[in-house]
């Protein structure tokens, strides 16, 4: 289904553009979707696009009339295996990434695959990165799978998590953050100029090393170079909201798990993924 | 207990003030909500004052870090006997009065009558045509009660009806809106001039004379005039998100309930409440 098939579908369908990438989620743009919406409480939202656009779909689904049905149509990679499973829905502050936003669970997630015959080679690289940490949670070579059944697997991967704590109230969603503190910190460092596919990559490189596991697939399917950032920047940005002692998700044999690790070995392992 | 012993009893409360009235309920002033708070998903945001700042501040409550706890302490009449309770939250945009919003629910409303020492009169009036309202449709005259027991049963009242359809997908919640649906076409027709508490009095005179009951005790204990608005406007309001049949709440011996009305008759109801 393309945007233009929808909309033959659909002709009473109101389409509302918003830019590409991380600016999509933005405050300006929610308000003007927000002034932009006729529909009434019985209307849809359908979030088409890649994982920012899914996003941003979503908290206004979330917060028009208190909230309306919405569907995800993920056109990215990272939109197909993560960012649209899940109803974490949120946009972005001067003060941080997502830290506004709403749980708010899509009616439907619409995975086609073949919107990834154009998608640009660091878009997919990006994608890759969920797919490897969701692989190694998982315990299974999920990257080794044809395409379609690797995405089927990872989604269905993350919705069980989700399933099991949907508003990560009990930590166990929590570990779908394996290497995310790390990624977080490093885009931070960057301001932000760091793409989150290769934050991610880097960040389960730290995670693994910390948990004392082989970082070899992602360093053979993702290979992550240490990128420039501001080294206290970036620390800081990881002890925001961890006051105390610092819990990261580890791995272990039987996936991912939350644990207290020594604040001197987070600092050293943020270290060695920033380039001098 | 007073904004000030709050913070005596807790060092740690920041405090963020927003303008009074309606004037809380606008994007830029949640904006800057979502930029002041630093608290995490632990948190909690405590709502003090009238049903607008309760309104925006459970709606920041749930919106920010994906929702956060809160508490209302409401400190007009209207807040304690209808706005702060039953977890709509909400703010206008130039489109319309609570378009945007959520349902989150405070963990806790603490009402404290004292605060009404100090209320202004028309304040006081403004929440008598909420208890008014909450009477007709509890079939007992609760406006006749002591004033703390009348905000008592005003609030079980509503909050019985609210724990019966929480999400208002029901149909038993919507009918709280007695008389609201006019009080908001006349308050559109008014470019917003009109207060909420005349509009609803108003608004339940016409609710009283479709359902084909007595509206004396409007009369008597709100004694509301007909007011200068655009009838136009007024009516466009109206049919707005009333696609096709006008579903209206009217009073009945056992209630309130949801009854088709006839178009004439609606606007006839609206245009007796506008002078000429």
Redesign the interface.
């Known amino acids: 289904v393309t945007l233009h098939e929808l909309q033959l579908l659909r002709p009473a369908l109101s389409t509302h553009l918003v830019p590409s990438g991380e600016a999509a989620k933005a405050?300006a743009v929610v308000?003007r979707l927000?002034?932009e919406l006729e529909i009434?409480?019985d209307g849809w939202i359908v979030g088409f696009g890649g994982g920012s656009t899914t996003d941003v779909a979503g908290?206004v689904a979330?917060?028009?009339?208190?909230?309306v049905r919405w569907v995800a149509v993920p056109t990215t990679l990272v939109g197909m295996v993560d960012a649209a499973i899940g109803g974490?829905?949120?946009i972005n502050?001067?003060?941080g990434k997502?830290?506004?936003?709403?749980?708010h669970f899509p009616q439907q997630v619409f995975v086609d695959p073949s919107f990834l015959a154009t998608l640009p080679d660091e878009e997919r690289q990006a994608g890759m990165a969920e797919v490897v940490k969701t692989g190694l949670l998982a315990g299974s070579e999920l990257w080794e799978l044809p395409e379609v059944e690797m995405i089927r697997a990872c989604a269905a991967f993350k919705a069980s998590v989700v399933l099991a704590d949907p508003?990560e109230r009990e930590g166990r969603r929590t570990i779908l953050n394996l290497g995310h503190t790390f990624a977080h910190a490093l885009e931070a460092g960057s301001g932000y100029e760091l793409r989150h596919g290769d934050a991610v990559a880097l960040g389960l490189l730290a995670a693994l090393r910390l948990s004392g596991r082989s970082t070899d697939v992602v360093e053979e399917l993702l290979a992550p170079e240490p990128v420039r950032a501001d080294r206290d920047r970036a620390w800081q940005a990881l002890l925001r909201?961890k006051k105390g002692e610092l819990n990261l998700v580890l791995l272990g044999d039987e996936g991912g798990y939350l644990s207290p690790v020594p604040e001197a070995d987070v600092r050293r392992a943020l270290d060695e993924l920033i380039a001098d």
């Open positions: 405050p308000e927000w002034s009434g409480r908290f979330a917060t028009h009339l208190r909230g974490k829905t949120g502050t001067a003060e997502n830290l506004v936003g709403a749980f508003y909201d």
